[in-house]
Nanobody
Framework: QVQLVESGGGLVQAGDSLRLSCAAS????????MGWFRQAPGKDRELLAA????????YYADSVKGRFTISRDNDKNTVSLQMDSLKADDTAVYYC????????????????????WGQGTQVTVSS
C-alpha cells in the first residue's frame, strides 16, 4: 500500500510559478511510474504529466507542454511538478498518482493505469 501526500499548492497570480511536491511512503517508490493530474470544478480529471520509473521518459498534455516539468527523486521518494507561466485556467485541485509498472521505461497515461492517489492540493491562479 502506497501513501501519497501532495504539498505546495496555494494562491498565485497569473504568470507566476509554483512547485508541487508529492511524498510517497509505504512501498518501493522506484517500482512505480508517477503522474500528476488535476480536476477543475465541473470538469473531468485530466492527466497533465507522467514520468517513468527511471525518470528517463516523460509525457505532457498539450495544455501544459512547455510550461510544466515533472521530475522525480527515487532516493527521496518524491515526485515534483514545476509549473511556470501559470494561467487562470490552471486553477484546479492537483493530484499525484502512482502506477505499478513492470518496465523502468514505461509510462502510465490513463487514469485506470494508476493504482494509488494522493488527497490533492488546491492551486488557484488569479488573473
Amino acid at each position: 500500500q502506497v501513501q501519497l501526500v501532495e504539498s505546495g499548492g496555494g494562491l498565485v497570480q497569473a504568470g507566476d510559478s509554483l512547485r508541487l511536491s508529492c511524498a510517497a511512503s509505504g512501498g518501493t517508490f522506484s517500482k512505480y511510474a508517477m503522474g500528476w493530474f488535476r480536476q477543475a470544478p465541473g470538469k473531468d480529471r485530466e492527466l497533465l504529466a507522467a514520468i517513468s520509473r527511471n525518470g528517463l521518459n516523460t509525457y505532457y498534455a498539450d495544455s501544459v507542454k512547455g510550461r510544466f516539468t515533472i521530475s522525480r527523486d527515487n532516493d527521496k521518494n518524491t515526485v515534483s511538478l514545476q509549473m511556470d507561466s501559470l494561467k487562470a485556467d490552471d486553477t484546479a485541485v492537483y493530484y499525484c498518482a502512482a502506477a505499478f509498472v513492470g518496465s523502468s521505461f514505461a509510462l502510465a497515461t490513463t487514469q485506470r493505469g494508476y493504482d494509488y492517489w494522493g488527497q490533492g492540493t488546491q492551486v488557484t491562479v488569479s488573473s
